[in-house]
């Protein structure tokens, strides 16, 4: 089978734990989905992060002590509105630098450099789509300072070693004085994260069900995802959320495209999602074990998330 996510699915679906991986959350729907989910007021990390990024622009840019120009290369960069306010300082300050958003979306790329260039004229903006590590190792050889952004708390979806091995890979692409500003949800009081991930408006539900919906789409399968529902639980001892898709009865679901038959049984669970909060300690001893350096915390007012500078 030469399609990864083909792949990935049934590798998830014929497993003995069931489970599904949320990078798949993102198609075009799930994307507006995730839209829906920055926009609820219980989901705290978007306006925890865009307060850092805004009013200790300064202190961030200052703490990188880098000559100019430099680069700003964001990985997994979106619509980039989270960044926006660090770019205005920027570019208000006449602060030389180059601004390299990557993506896996063309459209997103195209959308975002078309809105700054309206919005900060002047700005060198090189958008790149595609792969991380080919177009960091190609920034590797690049003669300026580069601070590598990795926001919005994305690698609480990575398991401990997948994430010291993603951060190691950063590392290895980036030269001696380089640095990643990095996004990552703190721990905090469990009720304030579980009305953020089981939300009462069902938007989270929806996120999750979606993958069932576009499984349906590209791999011509059946399930009736009124058949299923979503179950999520935050353990404040482990800083895990770790969502679930429930079988609400036992049924079997076809996978037309590539042959198959899978059967759950009534209330088997299907793992999908890790959304992992940490302690200050635990990002001390996450940079320390990829071979970082932590330079500085910058927290929001709340201390519910930290931007982590490292070296
Ligand atoms: C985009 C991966 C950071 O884990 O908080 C939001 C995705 N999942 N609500 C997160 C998500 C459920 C989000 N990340």
């Given at each position: 089978?030469?399609?990864?996510?083909?792949?990935?699915?049934?590798?998830?679906?014929?497993?003995?734990?069931?489970?599904?991986?949320?990078?798949?959350?993102?198609?075009?729907?799930?994307?507006?989905?995730?839209?829906?989910?920055?926009?609820?007021?219980e989901?705290y990390?978007?306006d925890?992060?865009?307060?850092?990024l805004?009013?200790?622009?300064?202190?961030?840019i200052?703490?990188?002590?880098?000559?100019?120009?430099?680069n700003?290369?964001?990985?997994?960069?979106?619509?980039?509105?989270?960044?926006?306010?660090?770019?205005?300082?920027?570019?208000?300050?006449?602060?030389?630098?180059?601004?390299?958003?990557i993506?896996?979306?063309?459209?997103?790329?195209?959308?975002?450099?078309?809105?700054?260039?309206?919005?900060?004229?002047?700005?060198?903006?090189?958008?790149?789509?595609?792969?991380?590590?080919?177009?960091?190792?190609?920034?590797?050889?690049?003669?300026?300072?580069?601070?590598?952004?990795f926001?919005?708390?994305?690698?609480?979806n990575?398991?401990?070693?997948?994430?010291?091995?993603?951060?190691?890979?950063?590392?290895?692409?980036?030269?001696?004085?380089?640095?990643?500003?990095?996004?990552?949800?703190?721990?905090?009081?469990?009720?304030?994260?579980?009305?953020?991930?089981?939300?009462?408006?069902?938007?989270?539900?929806?996120?999750?069900?979606?993958?069932?919906?576009?499984?349906?789409?590209?791999?011509?399968?059946?399930?009736?995802?009124?058949?299923?529902?979503?179950?999520?639980?935050?353990?404040?001892?482990?800083?895990?959320?770790?969502?679930?898709?429930?079988s609400?009865?036992?049924?079997s679901?076809?996978?037309?495209?590539?042959?198959?038959?899978?059967?759950?049984?009534?209330?088997?669970?299907?793992?999908?999602?890790?959304?992992?909060k940490?302690?200050?300690?635990?990002?001390?001893?996450l940079?320390?074990?990829?071979?970082?350096?932590?330079?500085?915390n910058?927290?929001?007012?709340?201390?519910?998330?930290?931007?982590?500078?490292?070296?």
């Amino acid at each position: 089978m030469t399609n990864a996510f083909a792949k990935d699915i049934l590798t998830g679906l014929r497993a003995e734990q069931k489970h599904l991986p949320s990078k798949y959350f993102y198609d075009d729907n799930g994307s507006r989905i995730f839209q829906e989910i920055m926009n609820m007021p219980e989901y705290y990390l978007t306006d925890a992060e865009f307060e850092i990024l805004s009013l200790q622009c300064k202190s961030i840019i200052d703490a990188l002590q880098f000559s100019t120009p430099f680069n700003i290369v964001e990985l997994g960069a979106g619509d980039g509105l989270k960044t926006f306010k660090l770019l205005e300082y920027l570019v208000k300050h006449n602060i030389e630098f180059n601004y390299v958003p990557i993506d896996i979306s063309q459209e997103a790329m195209d959308m975002l450099s078309k809105r700054l260039k309206e919005r900060l004229p002047g700005i060198h903006i090189s958008p790149q789509v595609g792969d991380y590590f080919e177009i960091l190792k190609k920034n590797k050889e690049n003669d300026y300072p580069s601070l590598l952004l990795f926001l919005g708390s994305n690698i609480g979806n990575y398991l401990d070693d997948k994430a010291i091995e993603l951060l190691q890979l950063f590392n290895n692409n980036m030269k001696k004085g380089d640095k990643l500003l990095i996004g990552i949800d703190l721990k905090k009081n469990p009720i304030v994260i579980r009305d953020a991930y089981d939300d009462k408006h069902g938007i989270t539900k929806r996120f999750n069900l979606n993958l069932l919906l576009r499984i349906n789409r590209e791999l011509n399968a059946d399930f009736r995802i009124d058949d299923f529902d979503f179950y999520c639980h935050y353990n404040p001892i482990t800083g895990e959320v770790k969502s679930y898709i429930i079988s609400l009865r036992d049924q079997s679901v076809e996978l037309k495209a590539i042959n198959e038959t899978i059967n759950f049984e009534y209330n088997e669970l299907i793992w999908t999602e890790l959304s992992k909060k940490y302690g200050l300690q635990e990002i001390q001893e996450l940079a320390e074990n990829s071979n970082f350096k932590l330079k500085t915390n910058f927290l929001d007012c709340k201390h519910f998330f930290s931007d982590s500078l490292w070296e």
